[in-house]
T-cell receptor, first 115, second 114 residues
Framework: GAGVSQSPSNKVTEKGKDVELRCDPISGHTALYWYRQRLGQGLEFLIYFQGNSAPDKSGLPSDRFSAERTGESVSTLTIQRTQQEDSAVYLC?????????????FGEGSRLTVL | AQSVTQPDIHITVSEGASLELRCNYSYGATPYLFWYVQSPGQGLQLLLKYFSGDTLVQGIKGFEAEFKRSQSSFNLRKPSVHWSDAAEYFCAVGGMDSSYKLIFGSGTRLLVRP
């Protein structure tokens, strides 16, 4: 597609429910990143995929968080048993290849509200 | 530890005035430095980046930034601000040492007075 596409744009859920957030990167981009942005704060790295290599999961805050990516296409971020502190905007970004230009192309984010 | 500090949470300038947004970083290896802008309702957009070479880099929308290794800084500047520049600005650092994943500062929100 023309840009990074994320869905849903907004999600309101009850504490304890599971949520799935989807990211469709720019076609041809091999690197895909998930970041979390809490209100009034910077972007917090969550996970990074590069082609078929093992993902870098070093930023996932707990085992309730997981992400998958099928080949070099769509990625899904799953949060199990959501907590109120999970409320944030979840941003996905992609790039041609990690390190080539350093430029990440961001989606508009999925805003998650946990009641 | 790798980190980015943007000491100003908010900055207000008058339209037409000059602007400088501060960014300091801590990074163990050769840093790659970036400035992104986030406008309301839009995704982050890259303004400019520094990898190597000339320490003064030019970006889009009339922005520039200067890399000062001795001060671990990468401040963003614009000589004359336009009302459309009102947005949130993020400084980020990355590089081979971190497998290129970017570490972002907490952002500076720019308000522009008419």
């Amino acid at each position: 597609g023309a840009g990074v596409s994320q869905s849903p744009s907004n999600k309101v859920t009850e504490k304890g429910k599971d949520v799935e957030l989807r990211c469709d990167p720019i076609s041809g981009h091999t690197a895909l990143y998930w970041y979390r942005q809490r209100l009034g704060q910077g972007l917090e790295f969550l996970i990074y995929f590069q082609g078929n290599s093992a993902p870098d999961k070093s930023g996932l805050p707990s085992d309730r968080f997981s992400a998958e990516r099928t080949g070099e296409s769509v990625s899904t971020l799953t949060i199990q048993r959501t907590q109120q502190e999970d409320s944030a905007v979840y941003l996905c970004a992609s790039s041609w290849r990690a390190g080539d230009t350093g430029e990440l192309f961001f989606g508009e984010g999925s805003r998650l509200t946990v009641l | 530890a790798q980190s980015v500090t943007q000491p100003d949470i908010h900055i207000t300038v008058s339209e037409g005035a000059s602007l400088e947004l501060r960014c300091n970083y801590s990074y163990g290896a050769t840093p790659y430095l970036f400035w992104y802008v986030q406008s309301p309702g839009q995704g982050l957009q890259l303004l400019l980046k520094y990898f190597s070479g000339d320490t003064l880099v030019q970006g889009i929308k009339g922005f520039e930034a200067e890399f000062k290794r001795s001060q671990s800084s990468f401040n963003l500047r614009k000589p004359s601000v336009h009302w459309s520049d009102a947005a949130e600005y993020f400084c980020a650092v990355g590089g081979m040492d971190s497998s290129y994943k970017l570490i972002f500062g907490s952002g500076t929100r720019l308000l522009v007075r008419p």
